[in-house]
């Protein structure tokens, strides 16, 4: 078993084989990757060394202090959190080794095929449909809707139907997409801030070889909920200092701007202050708690109360500054290559935190699964369980 001791050593002898003053940054990451330094957790050859989960914290640390780069999780932060596990847990060795790196490194870019423009909240009834065609590879089509990064990604995680005989929730293979196929299109969706972050995406005949299956043939509900899960810890559970993230912007505002200052402002603000210290803390809990294995559905709280808190400090931030506060000057059509949520006006973030309740899965969706399966209470009824995909009223 690798201990911290050696984790440190092999950190070190990378640092003096690549130094990060002389290395080129997607060369340094290759080699981190490499020396199993990537998910110290993860097998080796796949970017780990089998070590323990919480180890990964001592590696980052000294790099960090070595100013090595970093792999730009924000950017590429749906393979980080959502396909790598997926891959990890489903996919064969040789598979999972043709991916990882060049996922980790950046060099690819992944984006979520999932919600469809009738399957979102209930994603499960999604209707794009994968036929086997000749020689054994598969053919998709239909339309995929709220595609984070599309117009950026070499590659998706897809699932599509591929038996309207069965239930809903089974009847569902899950699929690695090459978005430069032919068939494959990409739409930009204006959002309410102007920006075009999202895309539709439509699959007209995209052929996906059947090595590029993950699971079991009807098994893909299964599979997705690894994906699932890791996306709600991965939005939720984000690590942020004390006074990170919006309530540090919101604390500045208030250290700053006096003139701006209530006593029924001051009470808000230090009720946000409270609530967002109690998320961090949570946070740094759940991420212990990943150290035993995959995610649960813990972190369906932790995504519900991102989004939450995130709305009542933006919010509260426009209504500290008054008319400065509804400001908002870019409105012209871009294509952003990542969300900055902090780097913006306030007139921005207020905007940009409406979606914060639907991406990721739904707050009504996510609050029964908190009931469900954190607190043990009664399933809502479902009629449909049972009923053929195809016989479903659509």
């Known amino acids: 078993m690798i201990d911290a001791e050696r984790l440190l050593s092999r950190t070190r002898a990378l640092l003096a084989e690549h130094p990060p003053a002389t290395t080129g940054r997607t060369d340094f990451l290759k080699a981190r990757f490499d020396a199993g330094l990537a998910w110290v957790h993860y097998p080796v050859g796949l970017g780990g060394l089998g070590a323990p989960r919480a180890l990964q914290a001592v590696v980052d640390a000294e790099l960090a202090a070595a100013d090595a780069p970093d792999n730009d999780p924000r950017r590429i932060g749906i393979g980080l959190g959502m396909a790598a596990p997926t891959l990890l847990a489903y996919a064969p060795e040789e598979v999972a080794a043709r991916f990882l790196r060049p996922l980790w490194v950046g060099e690819e870019v992944w984006c979520q095929l999932f919600s469809e423009p009738g399957a979102g909240s209930d994603l499960a009834a999604l209707g794009t449909r994968a036929v086997r065609g000749d020689g054994g590879d598969w053919v998709v089509d239909g339309q995929k809707v709220w595609t984070s990064s599309a117009h950026l990604a070499r590659w998706a995680i897809l699932i599509a139907r591929t038996d309207p005989d069965a239930p809903k929730h089974r009847g569902i ?37 059947d090595a590029h299956r993950l699971g079991e043939v009807g098994d893909g509900w299964r599979v997705a909920q690894t994906t699932l899960m890791n996306e709600r810890v991965s939005i939720g559970g984000a690590r942020v200092s004390r006074e990170g993230g919006m ?28 609530d967002a210290e109690v998320a961090r803390l949570t946070g740094e809990r759940l991420r212990q708690q990943l150290v ?13 109360a991102f989004a939450r808190l995130n709305q009542a400090i933006s919010g509260l931030e426009v209504e500290l500054l008054g ?5 908002y000057g870019e409105w012209e059509m871009r294509r952003p290559e990542l969300v900055d949520f902090t780097g913006r006006d306030a007139g921005y973030r207020y905007l940009r935190s409406k979606g914060n309740s639907i991406e990721g899965g739904t707050s009504e969706v996510l609050l029964n699964i908190v009931a ?22 659509r």
Request: a negative charge; proline letters at 9%.
């Open 173 to 209: 293979t899950y699929f690695i997409c090459d978005m430069t196929d032919p068939g494959v299109e990409v739409r930009p969706l204006r959002q309410i801030t102007g920006e075009a972050e999202f895309n539709e995406v439509f699959l007209n005949g995209v052929r996906i070889p």
């Open 247 to 274: 309530i540090g912007k919101l604390a500045t505002t208030w250290r700053e701007r006096p003139e701006l200052r209530t006593h029924d402002l001051h009470r808000r603000l230090l009720d946000l202050w409270v």
């Open 292 to 304: 035993a294995g995959q995610p649960g559905p813990e972190g369906s709280a932790m995504k519900l």
């Open 323 to 327: 008319e400065e506060g509804l400001l």
């Open 372 to 393: 469900e399966r954190v607190l043990g209470l009664p399933p809502e009824p479902r009629n449909d369980k049972d009923v053929a995909w195809k016989d479903l009223a």
